[in-house]
């Protein structure tokens, strides 16, 4: 079972992310990043998300895993304006 924060579970709640969403964002993820402080951005690739769901919808979100603490801090979407270019990956 994975462990979440509880700004994780709050925010995950706040966007209608499901436990089991959060558990094929972590197992699926194509795309990761190093944030600093131990933490990983991780996501799944617009393309992967196809695959797995047939839908993007897994694709919208990213979440920040905390090596760490071996827990998730928190879930959010990822946006196409400038704002959210930080956490998108150039393939």
């Not at 992310?17 to 094929?24: A, G, K, V, W, Y």
């Not at 194509?30 to 944030?35: R, Y």
């Not at 979440?63 to 990956?89: C, D």
Request: with cysteine.
């Amino acid at each position: 079972m994975i462990s979440l924060s509880r700004h994780a579970q709050l925010r995950a709640r706040q966007r209608g992310i499901s436990r089991e969403m959060i558990e094929l964002m972590l197992t699926n993820a194509d795309i990761e990043k190093n944030v600093g402080s131990h933490c990983t951005l991780v996501r799944v690739s617009k393309r992967h998300a196809k695959t797995i769901m047939r839908s993007d919808k897994l694709s919208k979100f990213a979440l920040i895993w905390s090596e760490a603490q071996a827990e998730v801090v928190t879930v959010f979407p990822i946006h196409n304006t400038a704002i959210g270019r930080r956490y998108r990956s150039r393939h």
